[in-house]
Every structure is written in structure tokens, then in C-alpha cells.
């Protein structure tokens, strides 16, 4: 019936939206209609969006979300088929210096009391809590409500959980990740939303790669077959001035007297230019590559390749 989607860490607004839009296209089921997104920026302004139907491909007129949504760091949605009762921000209740709140099922619902779940939530939190003890509290105190939750502080501690109930359901699926390298943690519950194995590892890794962006290209780099190719301990690739690779090293396992058939350089060689300076490191396309004589015969049937590089630090070899 629905899915709920926190991450805190470099984009997180964007990784966020890529999730969904990833789950929209693989998946069926309650998905494609009604979405609620709220983010935190880094001076503490809630900023939000939603549509009533057509999931991603409504929510920002058809276009990504803009600059100040998709590089906030802690970023949360909920989303389900279509219709659903405005206003649609009690879906994903917000307060700056407490927490950002989603789930999935009917967290918004009134269960026990009169505060729903969500709300409850943040309560809890706004006493001291953590966001883990929170979430159980909440969870133990509403055992029969139709509601799972997820909460994220403004210090990017994520915490998820179910109800009794809604952990009876065998279309459910939840995941907490995180990936160090990237900088970023997240936290996803869906249900009725199929195939439900694999749900949660789309959104994990949609976030990771938005916030790592491995392939973004700062410049583009020549290779051609007037490029020399060496062994040497460490691959690596130098540039002359006009970004054309003069040489190309290679460990001596990838190429036997002088031959070398496939990869050339991998995603994150290193490359430098002229007087030694890293320029960067490699991010595009790895070109089947063919090299006899210590020279490039083809890459990818083509005697020149242009191929992305991430900028990085200027630093001697």
C-alpha cells in the first residue's frame, strides 16, 4: 500500500527521488500515485513537494527536483497509488530541530489516544529519546495499529520499525543501510509493492550511487592508438596539455609482450598531467581495448575513445 524512504548524506534529496523513480519503473503494485517529500536544508528551512498521482513523473512537473531539494542531506517521502487525503505533508510530518518522519501503511492514523503514530513519533523524540528507543516505544505502545515508521534526526540518526500487525503481513519489506565510502545512511518499508524481495536493496543502492556519483565526468580525456601503453607497478594514466593520454600504465598481469585484450584502465585509476599533478581519476567508459606492440590497435572498434574523469586533488606523484 505504500513505501517510505529517509536517507541522510550527500544528496540526499536527489537519492531520494532517483529511489522512487527506480522502484516506480521495476515495480507494480501500490506505487505510481500520490507522493510527500520533505527535506531539511543545512540552515534548517523545511522544503517540500507532492503530487496526487503519477508518483515521479508528476512530482517536479516532470523534471528532477531543483537544486536546494536534491542537495539537502536529510530528505524523507512516502508514497502509494493514487488519492490520498490532503494535506499530504501528515504523511511525512516535519519539526526542524526534533526529526523528519516516514513509514508506510497508515502512520498518520490515530491508533491509540488521539496523536497518530507519526506525530507520537516525534513527541517521543522531542522528549530526549533516541531515535531507536523512539521508534520502539512507539511501535509497543500502538502494537495493533495499521502503521510502520521510520525516523530521522537532524544528526542523521535513521531508526525503522513495524507494528505487531503489520509485521504479520508476508509483502513487507524494510532495510536500514549505510555505506562509509559515500557518507550516507537510509532507511526504506514498503508493502504491496512486488516483486517484494529486491525493493530494498533498489532504493539502497540508488541512494548510495547518487550520493558516490562513481561515473560523474569533471572533464574528458583522448585515448587513441598514438597512446603508448607500459607495465608498471601501479596503473596509471599521464595527459598532455590538451587532455590527449600519452601514456598509459598497465600491472605486468594485463599484458603479456606488449598484448593486451580487454580493460585498458578501470574506474578510479589515477590520472595526472603535465609535471606529475593529479588531475583526477577515471569515471567513464572502460573501452574493450586491444594493444599489440606496446600501442593501441582499437578501443571498442574505434581507433579513439573520449573517457570521463573525475576532478581531484592537485598533488605530486
Do not use: W
Not at 159 to 187: H, I, K, Y
Amino acid at each position: 500500500m505504500t513505501i517510505g524512504i529517509a536517507a541522510a548524506g550527500p544528496r540526499a534529496g536527489l537519492g531520494i527521488f532517483h529511489a522512487l523513480r527506480a522502484v516506480e519503473r521495476v515495480g507494480r503494485g501500490a506505487i505510481g500515485g500520490f507522493v510527500s517529500l520533505a527535506v531539511l536544508t543545512s540552515d534548517g528551512e523545511i522544503l517540500r513537494a507532492s503530487t496526487q498521482t503519477g508518483g515521479t513523473t508528476t512530482l517536479f512537473g516532470g523534471d528532477g527536483p531543483p537544486l536546494e531539494i536534491a542537495e539537502a542531506r536529510l530528505a524523507v517521502l512516502m508514497s502509494s497509488g493514487p488519492n490520498r487525503p490532503e494535506p499530504l505533508a501528515q504523511f511525512t510530518p516535519v519539526r526542524p530541530d526534533v526529526a523528519l518522519i516516514t513509514g508506510h501503511r497508515l502512520p498518520n492514523v490515530v491508533a491509540v489516544g488521539a496523536t497518530p503514530p507519526n506525530e507520537m513519533l516525534l513527541d517521543a523524540i522531542e522528549t530526549g529519546l533516541s531515535a531507536q528507543a523512539a521508534v520502539r516505544q512507539v511501535l509497543q505502545a500502538n502494537a495493533d495499529a495499521d502503521a510502520g515508521v521510520i525516523a530521522l534526526t537532524p544528526a542523521g540518526e535513521i531508526a525503522l520499525g513495524d507494528t505487531a500487525l503489520v509485521e504479520r503481513r508476508g509483502d513487507r519489506g524494510g532495510l536500514l543501510f549505510s555505506d562509509e565510502q559515500a557518507g550516507v545512511t537510509g532507511g526504506v518499508l514498503h508493502n504491496s509493492i512486488f516483486p517484494v524481495r529486491g525493493i530494498t536493496e533498489i532504493v539502497a543502492g540508488m541512494i548510495i550511487d547518487t550520493a558516490r556519483e562513481p561515473d560523474r565526468a569533471d572533464f574528458m580525456m583522448t585515448v587513441d592508438t598514438n597512446t603508448k601503453v607500459v607495465c608498471g607497478a601501479a596503473s596509471a594514466v599521464s595527459l598532455g596539455q590538451d587532455l590527449h593520454a600519452e601514456r598509459i600504465v598497465v600491472e605486468p598481469n594485463q599484458m603479456r609482450d606488449g598484448y593486451l585484450e580487454g580493460a585498458l584502465f578501470f574506474l578510479g585509476t589515477p590520472v595526472y598531467g603535465p609535471g606529475e599533478a593529479l588531475l583526477g581519476h577515471v569515471s567513464g567508459e572502460e573501452p574493450y581495448t586491444i594493444v599489440s606492440g606496446e600501442r593501441i590497435v582499437s578501443l571498442s572498434g574505434r581507433p579513439s575513445a573520449r573517457i570521463g574523469v573525475r576532478a581531484g586533488e592537485r598533488s605530486a606523484r
